[in-house]
């Protein structure tokens, strides 16, 4: 199918709801709006309908790091790590397989199933120009006015934020949008930045092959936004697979002679010269700036309708935007910073088309703790894995966020690689497990898992914060064994034995 010729309706200008954005989170505020209420919907997409999971972050990430995960897990287990002794993976077969899973950057399938939903497709970059409204340019530079019988939800996400080194943005660095798309292994890489996307992609690029890699970061450890212990581990695995991790440090200077707009994922020109603010000297191939995001929201229009353009736009728990009269403008995804991951997204997009579909017919919301028009509970937990070498799993508060909020605080601790479940997966299984809990209510506000295969065990958690599911009640939730599951009966009893001030 043809991108361009993918608009449908040319001559139509009017759509109960209108979606500016049409990734994940957007396909779903469409889907839920329409389904079962009887309105109709567009989406309006400037580059690619899925949007940056499908094409630029989840996904080909994922087909990444999988790769480098069986084979590392192969290297630790009797009866195969000799038969893959010295074998490295086939970059080429492994690049090939993430093409295939980000369709080639062809989103004629993604169009298909929205045409299929019933919600029609307009190409073009789309902004606010008053209430209700969008003006769309498209690719020709025609202009075209759509109307919204009843609401507008952006969901214009983030892009990749370049800090204000010097030399750095003339240098033409990779974003993440490149090194998920990477056609080319440098042999020296240096990655600014410590979340998610930094260690991630450190991971896949040692297991795909680069000679040097670097990690700067300008806090004192890995993943800050997790518990400290989930970081230590991350580094750890990271400088024994010889990567150089510079802890506390930040870039103060980039210089790059030869600089090439080569295309996405293709080496940006020479050798990069970069200094550090201690004077430590780097050189390398290319680098990969991963120090976070900002939001898409300069240029879609918000400031004619008063609300300040350039940051994250705020709204309340049916994720209508604050400031806007009218109950019909919503903002979903990163856009409204809530929590930058797509499931999350995804989330309020199902809140967003329930509450719009609702409104449409005059009915009343149901805002009750887990009602189905609030995306309340949801944020309360925010569950996410960072698959890297060990996997890090959470959901919920750490211990420092739950005391900030003056929670009466207990925790409870246990190593992953003394069960059974997780020797059978590894013989030199590392990892940790961590609860936090609210002594008041004896319930569970925060989780976290360290270690390999442990992704699996985060909704389990999620299902007990969100369920606030009494500890009383847990020891009656049988883990199946031996599977890292297991880890849920440990942490039980380890926590009755220090309460009753024993050992476990």
Known sequence: MDRMAASVNPDRSEWDVIVLGGAAAGENAAQYATQFSGLDAVLVENALVGGECSYWACMPSKALLRPVEVLDTARHLP????????????VDEVLARRDKIVSNLDDAGQVRWALGAGIDVVRGYGRLTGARTIEVTGADGTVRTLIARHAVVLD??????????????????????????LHEIPRRVVILGGGVVACEAATWLYGLGVDELTLVNRGPQLLAG???????????????????????RTMSEVRRE?????????????????????????????IVVAAGRKPNSDDIGLDKLGVSPGGYVDVDDQQAVRGVGGEWLYAIGDLCGRALVTHMGKYQARIVGEVIAARAKGEQLELGEYGRHTAAAGHRTVPQVTFTDP????????????????????????????????????????????????RAKDTIVGATFVGTGIADLVHS???AIVGKVPVSALWHAVPSYPTPSEVWLRLLETLNADRRGGSA
């Open 79 to 90: 009866g195969l790590a000799s038969v893959v002794e010295g074998l490295r993976l086939d």
């Open 156 to 181: 214009t996400g983030s892009a990749a934020s370049i800090p204000p080194v010097p030399g750095l943005r003339e240098a033409l660095p990779w974003t993440s949008r490149d090194v998920t798309n």
């Open 226 to 248: 997790n518990e400290p212990f989930a970081g230590e581990l991350v580094a750890d695995r990271l400088r024994k697979a010889g990567v150089t991790v510079h802890a506390e």
């Open 258 to 286: 030869d600089v090439r707009d080569s295309g996405v994922g293709r080496i940006h020109g020479g050798e990069v010269k970069v200094t550090l603010d201690d004077g430590t000297m780097l050189t390398a191939d290319e």
């Open 391 to 438: 996997e890090v799993g959470s959901a919920g508060l750490t211990e420092q966020q739950a005391r900030e909020q003056d929670i009466d605080v207990e925790t409870v601790e246990y190593d992953l690689a003394a069960l059974a479940g997780t020797f059978l997966l590894r013989e030199d299984y590392s990892g940790r497990a961590k609860l936090v809990l609210d």
């Open 461 to 463: 958690a999620t299902v």
